[in-house]
């Protein structure tokens, strides 16, 4: 079994900084993007930031400049580092992972539970 379990959300000051890290365990071949989406109130979960394994990265342009991604291949970590917390970064953040599990010979989609980062203004 595969599974994503994420931690690092919770409540800051707009202007301040959260990370948040998401890891990948359980019986993986591959790791290909690794990625972390959001989710707002009444809204469509919208991608933020995804890095390829090759370490070559996508943002959301509302986050550039602001949020970093990165990864740890050793770990199968994904890290979210945001600064310059926005009210309009209140959301669900859920970590996604595109990975081959063993013995298996294609990718699948995997998600995280969801971690919440609330931005008080």
């Known amino acids: 079994q595969v599974q994503l379990v994420e931690s690092g959300g919770g409540l800051v000051q707009a202007g301040g900084s959260l990370r948040l890290s998401c890891t990948a365990s359980?019986?993986?071949?591959?790791?290909?993007?690794m990625g972390w989406y959001r989710q707002a109130p009444g809204k469509q979960r919208e991608l933020v930031a995804n890095?390829?394994?090759?370490?070559?990265?996508n943002y959301l342009d509302s986050v550039k400049g602001r949020f970093t991604i990165s990864r740890d291949n050793a770990k199968n970590t994904v890290y979210l580092q945001m600064n310059s917390l926005k009210a309009e970064d209140t959301a669900v953040y859920y970590c996604n992972a595109d990975i081959t599990p063993q013995f298996r010979i294609r990718d699948y989609d995997y998600w995280g539970q969801g971690t919440q980062v609330t931005v008080s203004s």
């Open positions: 359980g019986s993986i071949f591959s790791i290909n993007v």
């Open positions: 890095i390829a394994s090759g370490g070559a990265t």
